[in-house]
């Protein structure tokens, strides 16, 4: 077809672009100076559908044939907008293309995902002869820092230096964001000391550099530092200040923040402020804080919601936690993929498994079930509350997997005692492609270390360095003495120790601890607990440890000296504490309870099954009251355990033959464990008792972990 067919063709289609514009005050035909003015206006507002009407009546009036000026115009105005295929379309047709054109189609597709293109199109201007100026450099180098290339990046630093423009404040602030997601804040803060004049956004890039790079004690420095110079923060400042607060758990100074906030909140509040403060005051422990914030919020968001949530979570505040999804929801919240992973850790916590599967409904409706983290979160919480079969059927549905996907189905397994299954799956991981990461070996050490997988475990250790270039870390080395010690081999633990590459932890001692009181080697003990004592004075467990050590050896004035050490140190034993779930309720039991509204028949039931036992044979294992009192005092003391007040309550709330699940904060004394299999036998249930390290299966007077925990 002729020009004067295509013409037609063009004029025919862009008939009602044309009559659109006459209803915006705009008369064509226009010039070509006409034109280049209307789409440098439109270029400022992006105003895509009017500029392609231009574009058609440009074509349709000739104006745009051999025209450099309104096709400069043009190619920007469609770069600007992000439509970088129409922009090249019509850059490729000018022949003597100037720096604005250059600099709107290297920042067009530095800004639209197509750095590469960013970077070859300014190797071409320079090629050309054209040279770089201040608008050119920050977006080749938000390129260069959002595609990691270090060394592209430090070559268009020295042609910076070389052109005299490090001393744009523009450009001093692109170098800054470059090195920091290069994470290389040392230089970042050559840039920034170099830099003549800096302005609010060179201070914020600092300080979030700083803080996303794992220094965030540098980035309150930082800030310090612009309050000093006279600047003013404003909400950006703030975020990233919130964020390194909460990441150094550094609570006054998250304080003075707030306070900086609230003085300041005609000017700067706003909701991703008070999401921040509320995740910071979480991340600091300090829940009353947080939530008097969140109740302050009148409009809360789905953020606001999740924050709280998770706070309740990484807290230890489970049941508040669970409380407060019940209360989104009621009020019409949107959930999302953040807030059941939340909610799920939660449900682990207290083993609520009931509440967990309707999480897990709700996730299905939701179509949430391919997120991986999602998945993994099922898996994980499933296999913490007893449900292995249900954290296997999750695990092998997922479509996607991931390495933590994968230690998280591992750890399941070893935490139930399934250390051969724990191998398999470790197997099978590396037969799927996947290396392992420390985080997947420290979960198959682990359940090698439950099971009592001696040879299976150290060959898994030796050969981690050599095959998976992993070098042990202090968790590796945890598992391993941990290993070792459980099976009895405390005095090569010890050397194990000994010999580390690096320096042995307080969790370490504390493993060698363990190992020495259930095998009775005092004077390792001894020697384990003054290392975790001068590691970690405030860890009230070890000096417990000890002090249960003597007297199982009867040694009542160490007992004493020990416990006079606790008092003195004003520290606090953890009070032991089960939970039970009846009817998506959670029932939490503490040490000699009698708050519950059913504490009567508790202490009923627990008195019939006490008879029962007794006609079978039990007898009481006094050896886990650490206390020098009478036998018949001990005895009590035993009976007031909060499992059996967790079981008993299971027992008259639930039918016969149904499976009963607890959880319990610490681990189980000798004699529950001997009680709770005796009681699987007589009432025909399987009791899964979780404990602090492990699951036990009880079931027909036998318990899964074999009496190896």
Sequence with gaps: MNRNGNLKLLKKSFCSSTLHLKHQSLSPPFTSLQCGTIFQSLTKTKSFPKGQQLHAISVTTGNLINNTYLSTKLAAFYANCGKMPQAQLIFDGILLKNSFLWNFMIRGYACNGCRFKSLVLYREMLSFGQKADNFTYPFVLKACGDLLVVEIGRRVHGEVVVSGLESDVYVGNALLAMYSKFGDMRLAGMVFDRMPGRDLTSWNTMISGCVRNGDPTEGLAVFEEMGKAGLRADGTTLLGILSGCAELMALKEGKAVHAYVVRNSGEIHNEFLTNSLIEMYCKCKSAAYSRRLFDGVKLKDTVSWNSMISGYEQNGGAFESLRLFCQMVMEGAEVDEVTVTSVLGACDQISALQFGMSVHSCIVKKGFGGNIFVGTALVDMYSKCGSLSCSRCVFYEMPVKNLVSWSAMISGYGAHGRGEEAISCYHELVANNFTPDEGVLTSVLSACSHAGL????????????????????????????????????????????????????????????????????????????????????????????????????????????????????????????????????????????????????????????????????????????????????????????????????????TQPGTTIRIAKNLRVCNDCHTVTKMISMLMNREIIMRDIHRFHHFRHGVCSCGDYW
Excluded at 479 to 504: H, N, S, W
Excluded at 513 to 526: D, F, I, Q
Excluded at 607 to 617: P, R, S
Aim: proline content about 3%; charged content about 30%.
């Design 454 to 653: 001696v040879n299976e475990g150290k060959d898994i250790f030796n050969r981690m360095t050599v095959e998976y270039n992993v070098k042990p870390g202090l968790a590796h080395y945890s598992c391993l003495v941990d290993l070792l010690g459980r099976a009895g081999r405390v005095d090569e633990a010890y050397e194990l120790i000994k010999t580390m590459q690096v320096e042995p932890s307080s969790d370490i001692w504390a493993a060698l601890l363990s190992a020495c009181r259930l095998h009775k080697n005092v004077k390792l003990a001894e020697i384990a607990a003054q290392n975790v004592f001068e590691m970690n004075p405030k860890g009230v467990g070890s000096y417990i440890c000890l002090s249960n050590i003597y007297a199982s050896e009867k040694r009542w004035d160490d007992v004493e000296r020990v416990r006079a050490v606790v008092r003195r140190k004003g520290l606090k034993k953890t009070p032991g504490c089960s939970f039970v779930e009846l009817d998506r309720m959670v029932h939490r039991f503490l040490v000699g309870d009698k708050s519950h509204p059913r504490t009567r028949d508790i202490y009923a039931k627990l008195a019939d099954l006490n008879l029962q036992l007794k006609e079978a044979g039990y007898k009481p294992d006094t050896a886990s009251v650490f206390y020098d009192v009478e036998e018949e005092v001990k005895e009590k003391m035993l009976w007031d355990h909060s499992e059996r007040l967790a079981i008993a309550f299971a027992l008259i709330n």
